[in-house]
């Protein structure tokens, strides 16, 4: 799976951060599920059986956010998360728990991951995923172009991926004083906005999902984060900064 591993002391800088933010969030963050514009009535639940849900990342929260809003649209989501939150004292443990699925840079390590994640699917599931496999680094908070693991999950087992905008998280945690934001939001309870997405068949958009090619799986992994950052600016109401995700940038 094709994610960047921030290095150990970055790592444990995450599983430090999620671990806080995690004891707290959920009891001052307000998470909307926002009516879907255009649409006669806003999507209530997200559909059952093996499902792939997509989302955008700026917050340290995003994993407990995206968490509650699933529970709120009647879903339990096994959550893909670095391999750092499992080596951090503590919170190693509670995620194993929560039936988190670990993901390390490269090799067998990523391989393993998506073959955990293809049972959870085969099992009914909903897993999540951050298709830009970290924080984004864009100043105004536009996504990143995705890397493809989600879609090469989604040709693999036939799960359908839903995309799932937030916007606000980085209102409850952003990526700079981190400590500071927590205490002021116990008072401010900031609010996280979501919409939700229509499930997209990635297998429809290959020629032959047996025998996909390189560039088909990027293509589509472009029209998947497309319909999510459609999503991000609807709810944000302003232009995206690129209709498939801004270059990443080095760290």
């Given at each position: 799976m094709s994610w960047r591993?921030?290095?150990?002391?970055?790592?444990?800088?995450?599983?430090?951060?999620?671990?806080?933010?995690?004891?707290?969030?959920?009891?001052?963050?307000?998470v909307s599920v926002e009516r879907q514009r255009g649409r006669r009535r806003a999507a209530q639940r997200l559909p059952a059986g093996p499902l792939i849900v997509i989302s955008n990342h700026t917050s340290y929260a995003d994993g407990v956010l995206l968490i509650l809003a699933c529970r709120r649209l009647g879903r339990e989501l096994r959550l893909l998360a670095t391999g750092g939150v499992f080596r951090a004292p503590v919170l190693g443990r509670v995620v194993r728990r929560l039936g988190f699925i670990r993901v390390d840079r490269g090799g067998a390590d990523a391989a393993r991951a998506l073959d955990i994640a293809a049972e959870a699917l085969a099992a009914g599931e909903a897993v999540g995923v951050f298709p830009e496999g970290r924080l984004t680094r864009d100043p105004a908070m536009w996504p990143e172009r995705a890397k493809t693991g989600a879609v090469r999950l989604a040709l693999r087992t036939g799960a359908p991926v839903v995309p799932l905008a937030m916007v606000g998280a980085d209102e409850v945690v952003g990526r700079r004083r981190v400590l500071w934001s927590v205490v002021r939001n116990l008072v401010r309870r900031p609010r996280v906005e979501v919409e939700v997405g229509d499930p997209i068949d990635v297998r429809a958009l290959v020629a032959d999902p047996e025998q996909v090619t390189t560039d088909e799986v990027r293509a589509a992994a472009d029209i998947v984060m497309g319909e999510l950052i459609r999503l991000?600016?609807?709810?944000?109401?302003?232009?995206?900064?690129?209709?498939?995700?801004?270059?990443?940038?080095?760290?």
């Open positions: 591993h921030p290095g150990r002391s970055g790592a444990l800088l995450y599983a430090v951060l999620a671990a806080i933010v995690g004891g707290v969030v959920a009891s001052f963050a307000r991000v600016a609807l709810v944000r109401d302003e232009e995206p900064a690129d209709a498939i995700g801004v270059e990443r940038r080095a760290v």
